[in-house]
């Protein structure tokens, strides 16, 4: 049976989209998005029995070309460079060799407890099939002001790794905000977790006078705002080409569609503040 056209043309353009970038220059990633580094672990359920671990059948590896694109529903995403400097993005949806704890459960690393239903996901691995990374986190959906926040947050490419710097965070917040299509919603601040930075950024970090909290009584998840939200971009509608007189008027004008309406805060009530990560499991 022969391949059409349009057939061998779009599985050329996906074989492309993983060819390593022309004219990327190693050392140059390394500066600005770290260097390579194998994940830290992998968790039990994200491998088969021969060692494979499996890719997240959401991922989106995002290109200028290509754009990303997020959904509020979907979130929390994660995100991670890899070794070529492209962005991939993942769900966080529930790993089919994983888990589903009905009743909930308590993790002694973080001390948090998880509610019922809770199941064991796809991480930040899932993204590279298990394959060396750099700097790596999430993309969260805050409501109240309609807007996705990123921060460093993965255990597996982020946590205990001597170059993961503030700089490194600007450097792919500013890339994920060039190939990710935030949709209706608009791009919010970046935050730098210090639980994810390296020891030295992390003490001299806390000294600073712009050092943020999620909740400054109990100094929970210190953090730094590294980039504020960027200004809201009015969505340019299609051109729609011009065409001819039809012979026969139709019989009613076609309703337009109306932009989605901006989320406002509740009057009489304080916006909250995002929150600088979801939870405390470095996925």
Aim: with cysteine; glycine share 6%.
């Amino acid at each position: 049976m022969r391949t059409s056209l349009s057939t061998f043309l779009h599985r050329a353009a996906l074989a492309c989209a993983f060819l390593p970038l022309a004219g990327q220059d190693a050392e140059l990633l390394d500066k600005q998005f770290g260097t390579l580094q194998q994940p830290a672990y992998i968790k039990h359920y994200e491998a088969t029995k021969s060692g494979k671990v499996l890719l997240n059948p959401y991922l989106q590896v995002a290109t200028k070309e290509y754009p990303g694109l997020l959904n509020p529903k979907h979130s929390p995403y994660n995100w991670v460079i890899d070794a070529e400097g492209r962005v991939g993005i993942i769900q966080e949806a529930a790993h089919p060799y994983g888990r589903t704890y009905d009743k909930g459960f308590y993790r002694p690393e973080d001390k948090s407890k998880r509610k019922p239903g809770t199941t064991e996901n796809y991480g930040h691995v899932s993204a590279l099939a298990g394959g060396m990374g750099r700097i790596s986190g999430e993309i969260l959906y805050d409501k109240g002001t309609n807007s996705f926040t990123l921060n460093n947050k993965s255990g597996r490419y982020s946590k205990n790794n001597e170059d993961r710097t503030p700089e490194q965070m600007v450097n792919a917040a500013k890339l994920i905000r060039e190939v990710v299509d935030p949709g209706s919603a608009t791009w919010g601040p970046v935050y730098y977790l210090l639980e994810y930075s390296p020891e030295n950024v992390r003490e001299e970090s806390l000294k600073r006078p712009d050092l943020a909290y999620d909740d400054a009584k109990t100094k929970s998840r210190p953090h730094l705002v590294v980039m504020p939200a960027a200004p809201a971009v009015p969505k340019a509608e299609k051109p729609v080409a011009k065409a001819e007189e039809p012979a026969v008027k139709p019989a009613a004008e076609p309703k337009t569609v109306e932009a989605a309406p901006k989320v406002e805060p509740v009057k009489g009530k304080k916006a909250k503040k995002p929150k600088a990560a979801n939870n405390d499991d470095p996925s």
